[in-house]
């Protein structure tokens, strides 16, 4: 079965400083991996994605995520955080072959960049 | 592009009354899901269409619940005898038809609290 882990509830990083939210994932075959940020009261926000390729994936706001397959993991990171970061960050898996195309989520990490 | 809506943003409904959700998704787009995410939890799968044919729908999704899709553009999520376990954020997303492991785009969600 497919599944996601994000080993950490919360991170707490200082403005300025390099940020990685973390993600393990499980699946039977190759995967699609996702990071989407939440801010309260607003809908989800697709921030990068891993497909095929390069390992290191960048994305929208200075954001970048490593895929490694040996360790089944693909942690979100910034070099330096900015306080308006701070918002719920969820990773998500779906498997690329099959006719499933639901993803499957992690609970999610609530990211807080302090001042 | 006006990107995914949905409507209405909140409801508040009593225990036992119907309520039926609306999506509206990116215009180009054939491929169309529902999600419930509930406070401190990602996203849950609920049921995905492939134009105006619904190809899965998960265990969650109880003889209550209904979604169509007739003409293969905009979607209603309906729930009848609403519980107060029914009470969450309703996302709907939509994706592109040719898939390349494309990104889910996410409207604003629907809010529903079962009183």
């Known amino acids: 079965a497919q599944s996601v882990a994000q080993p950490e509830d919360q991170v707490n990083v200082a403005e300025g400083n390099p940020l990685t939210v973390k993600c393990t994932y499980s699946v039977s075959g190759n995967p699609y991996l996702f990071w989407y940020v939440q801010y309260p009261n607003r809908g989800l926000q697709f921030l990068l994605k891993?497909?095929?390729?390069d390992n290191l994936v960048k994305g929208s706001y200075g954001f970048e995520a490593e895929f490694n397959k040996s360790q089944t993991s693909f942690h979100l990171k910034k070099p330096s955080a900015l306080v308006s970061d701070s918002a719920l960050y969820f990773c998500a898996v779906r498997e690329k072959t099959g006719n499933n195309r639901k993803l499957i989520w992690g609970l999610g990490t609530s990211l807080a960049v302090n001042p | 592009d006006t990107g995914v809506s949905q409507d209405p943003r909140h409801k508040i409904t009593k225990r036992g009354q119907n309520v039926t959700f609306r999506c509206d998704p990116i215009s180009e787009h054939n491929r169309l899901y529902w999600y419930r995410q509930t406070l401190g939890q990602g996203p849950e799968f609920l049921t995905y269409f492939q134009n105006e044919a619904q190809l899965e729908k998960s265990r969650l999704l109880s003889d209550r619940f209904s979604a169509e899709r007739p003409k293969g553009s905009f979607s209603t999520l309906e729930i009848q005898r609403t519980e107060q376990g029914d009470s969450a954020m309703y996302l709907c997303?939509?994706?592109?038809?040719?898939?390349?492991?494309?990104?889910?785009?996410f409207g604003p969600g629907t809010r529903l609290t079962v009183t």
């Open positions: 997303a939509s994706s592109p038809a040719r898939d390349l492991g494309h990104e889910q785009y």
């Open positions: 891993y497909i095929t390729g």
